[in-house]
């Protein structure tokens, strides 16, 4: 089956929790804080694995998640890293976040890579939090989440060359002419319903990929027929070939077939409509009337294009439109489908959760919630006074005390932060 887009959900791992140990050997008084760090969470790493020609696999698993970092242990022991979680993807493969619908990564060659959710970082021991004041330092700092979000898979095709066209004028035929490729043929539209790739080896030595792009049929681009499924895979090749049937056999007007397909291309996307065409006059063994034909050849060459009479069926022209492809192509310049503007930049990311937030419930108790006060929460020992202090003057410096102010807060109130409860005083 043929799947070029996919909605997943990836969460990397978390980080792992450093340890609150102190070193107790019967020759070493006063060993002193020796609690590990944490390892760090695994990361969702995509890969392009050119064996692959369809995103199958995220068709029945939407959600992966990476493996949390092992948490430290005594004698400065660190946690062990999670294992980076890698999904592979075919070539060509735009990955999207959801939420902003910028694009975190084209991949498009062997090997290209990109992290998309990152690795918790793991929390530091108590061994770090010691000082000449403080000694003997009861906390520890948890590990950060695992970044999470849900993304959106594309896959638009590498193909140098696509072929473009009406429902039965012949694409899949001249694919099969002048590539190894195999595609299924009828008299009949709608014959390909998924994108046919195949190698073109020249004459003259060099090669080029050419998709065949399932037949377009107006009302394309509003979704009407397969036109509005396989478009995007157009989107990468450097030169259109626009085959149109010139034999008239099925009762259509050569000249406006070739207008209505322009017209979707640009209803999908502007740029396509100034990309190179070349204009292919196919089943020319079935013309009756060869006034047909130079009166679109004459037609379509006023506007600017090249046009090539042929016959797919008994490779009469098929040559040189290949010839001609294969000259064009070394003056196109590659094509980039994402411009700076539209990638993904985490800074400006508006959607991340707040890393604060207060509301007062109906009891007027000020609840305090915010990832970096969760990990906060299990660095205190609550019991230990040393402990208590560093967790006060975490509040003030990540400015929860001033936020709770600026809410009217006063001495006596209670603030709720997750399980733990405390009466505010100034």
């Known amino acids: 089956?043929?799947?070029?887009?996919?909605?997943?959900?990836v969460k990397a791992g978390n980080g792992g929790n450093g340890s609150v140990s102190f070193r107790r050997e019967k020759y070493v008084p006063a060993g002193g804080p020796d609690g590990g760090d944490g390892g760090r969470g695994a990361s969702i790493i995509f890969k392009v694995d050119t064996g692959l020609r369809t995103l199958m696999d995220f068709k029945y698993k939407k959600k992966y998640v990476g493996e949390p970092g092992a948490d430290g242990s005594k004698k400065r022991q660190a946690g062990k890293n999670g294992e980076d979680l890698i999904l592979k993807?075919?070539?060509?493969?735009?990955?999207?976040?959801?939420?902003?619908?910028?694009?975190?990564?084209?991949?498009?060659?062997?090997?290209?890579?990109?992290?998309?959710?990152?690795?918790?970082?793991?929390?530091?021991?108590?061994?770090?939090?010691a000082n000449a004041v403080r000694q003997a330092p009861s906390f520890a700092k948890s590990g950060t989440d695992g970044e999470e979000r849900w993304v959106i898979l594309e896959l638009k095709m590498i193909a140098d060359v696509g072929l473009l066209g009406f429902p039965n004028v012949g694409k899949s035929t001249f694919l099969s002419v002048v590539t190894k490729a195999r595609p299924k043929i009828a008299n009949y539209h709608f014959t390909t319903l998924t994108p046919n790739l195949?190698?073109?080896?020249?004459?003259?030595?060099?090669?080029?990929?050419?998709?065949?792009?399932?037949?377009?049929?107006?009302?394309?681009?509003?979704?009407?027929?397969?036109?509005?499924?396989?478009?995007?895979?157009?989107?990468?090749?450097?030169v259109l070939i626009h085959i149109v049937d010139i034999s008239g056999i099925e009762g259509r007007d050569p000249i406006e077939d070739f207008d209505k397909i322009n017209d979707e291309l640009k209803l999908y996307n502007e740029k396509l409509s100034t990309r190179?065409?070349?204009?292919?006059?196919?089943?020319?063994?079935?013309?009756?009337?060869?006034?047909?034909?130079e009166n679109f050849k004459k037609t379509l060459e006023d506007r600017g294009y090249k046009v090539f009479k042929m016959s797919a069926a008994t490779r009469d022209g098929?040559?040189?439109?290949?010839?001609?492809?294969?000259?064009?192509?070394?003056?196109?310049?590659?094509?980039?489908?994402?411009?700076?503007?539209?990638y993904y930049?985490?800074?400006?990311?508006?959607?991340?959760?707040?890393?604060?937030?207060?509301?007062?419930?109906?009891?007027?108790?000020y609840v305090v919630t915010g990832k970096k006060l969760r990990r906060i929460m299990y660095s205190v020992d609550f019991d230990d006074m040393e402990s208590i202090q560093f967790f006060q003057k975490t509040m003030e410096n990540e400015g929860v005390f001033d936020r709770l102010r600026e809410m009217g807060i006063e001495d006596g109130d209670t603030v709720k932060i997750y399980e733990v409860e405390f009466e505010f005083y100034n």
Request: proline residues 3%.
């Open 1 to 9: 089956m043929f799947i070029d887009k996919a909605r997943i959900f």
């Open 89 to 129: 993807v075919p070539p060509g493969t735009i990955i999207r976040d959801e939420a902003t619908n910028l694009v975190i990564a084209d991949l498009k060659h062997d090997g290209d890579e990109a992290v998309v959710a990152k690795g918790g970082r793991g929390g530091k021991g108590n061994q770090h939090f």
């Open 198 to 238: 195949g190698v073109v080896k020249t004459n003259f030595g060099d090669s080029f990929v050419l998709a065949d792009i399932p037949g377009l049929i107006e009302g394309a681009a509003e979704g009407v027929g397969l036109g509005h499924d396989f478009l995007r895979h157009v989107e990468r090749t450097k």
């Open 276 to 293: 190179p065409q070349i204009v292919v006059a196919n089943k020319a063994d079935l013309l009756f009337d060869e006034s047909i034909y």
């Open 318 to 342: 098929v040559d040189d439109v290949i010839a001609y492809t294969s000259q064009l192509l070394q003056e196109v310049e590659d094509v980039e489908l994402v411009s700076e503007e539209e």
């Open 345 to 365: 930049r985490p800074e400006l990311d508006n959607t991340a959760e707040e890393e604060l937030a207060i509301e007062i419930d109906e009891n007027g108790v």
